[in-house]
């Protein structure tokens, strides 16, 4: 059974970076095998897809947020990282991690984490 479970401060102040770490387990799989999505939800709107990070270690990332957001990835613990520069409130969301499934569908995902609700405030 694939597990993805986000960890990380469920607060942040304005203008700090928010970091989320994504920890992948189960399956005979490894980070390389396939890619891995950041998406996020904040209250009251629908899902809104930040960035990805490829089986080869690039990153395709949103263009509304690509100049703030960066990912990476530790293969050897199986995790993959989501820093986003300059938080403002507008940044308060449910933050999930997800794995890409193209077999479903372009960008379809398969196995989401169960999400990490984020806020920002002082």
């Known amino acids: 059974q694939v597990q993805l479970q986000e960890s990380g401060p469920g607060l942040v102040k304005p203008s700090q970076t928010l970091s989320l770490t994504c920890t992948v387990s189960?399956?005979?799989?490894?980070?390389?095998?396939?890619?891995w999505s950041w998406i996020r939800q904040p209250p009251g709107k629908g899902l809104e897809w930040m960035g990805a990070?490829?089986?080869?270690?690039?990153?395709y990332l949103s263009p509304s947020l690509k100049s703030r957001t960066s990912i990476s990835r530790d293969t050897s613990k199986n995790q993959f990282t989501l820093r986003l520069s300059s938080v403002t409130p507008e940044d308060q969301a449910v933050y999930y991690c997800?794995?890409?499934?193209?077999?479903?569908?372009?960008?379809?995902?398969?196995?989401w984490g169960q999400g990490t609700q984020v806020t920002v405030s002082l």
């Open positions: 189960g399956g005979h799989f490894t980070l390389n095998s396939y890619y």
């Open positions: 990070i490829f089986s080869d270690g690039t990153t």
């Open positions: 997800a794995r890409v499934s193209n077999e479903l569908g372009p960008w379809a995902h398969d196995y």
